[in-house]
């Protein structure tokens, strides 16, 4: 499976911006889905994730209520709104695709991995 992240870029304080990522080689219709974020000096950590057929969704504690998870397993891509940014959303966005079906927040549950995508939130 290759994933390809699109959709970073700059945005002011309260815009938005949305992330997409799309599958090829094969489909992940029948993976969970996940965003994390990186930012420089800081670790890993989980934005949102989406079981596979989008029944549950679940959101990192900084983001909730801000940002949107969703799929679309006919187009074989994972979509993330997201909603008044902020200056510590400043990050590089990284999509993946899980080893089950099964939501998850930990990356080790994840085996396939996009080259991630540039958000950057001015004040």
């Known amino acids: 499976v290759q994933l390809q992240a699109c959709g970073g870029g700059l945005v002011q304080t309260g815009g938005s911006l949305r992330l997409s990522c799309a599958a090829s080689r094969r489909t992940i219709s029948n993976n969970a889905v996940g965003w994390f974020r990186q930012a420089p000096g800081k670790e890993r950590e989980i934005v949102a994730a989406i079981d596979w057929n989008g029944g549950s969704t679940t959101y990192g504690d900084s983001v909730k209520g801000r940002f949107t998870i969703s799929r679309d397993r006919s187009k074989n891509t994972v979509h993330l709104q997201m909603d008044s940014l902020k200056p510590e959303d400043t990050a590089v966005y990284y999509c993946?695709?899980?080893?089950?079906?099964?939501?998850?927040?930990?990356?080790?549950?994840?085996?396939?991995w996009g080259q991630g995508t540039q958000v950057t939130v001015s004040s």
């Open positions: 993946a695709a899980g080893r089950g079906s099964a939501i998850s927040t930990r990356a080790a549950s994840y085996a396939y």
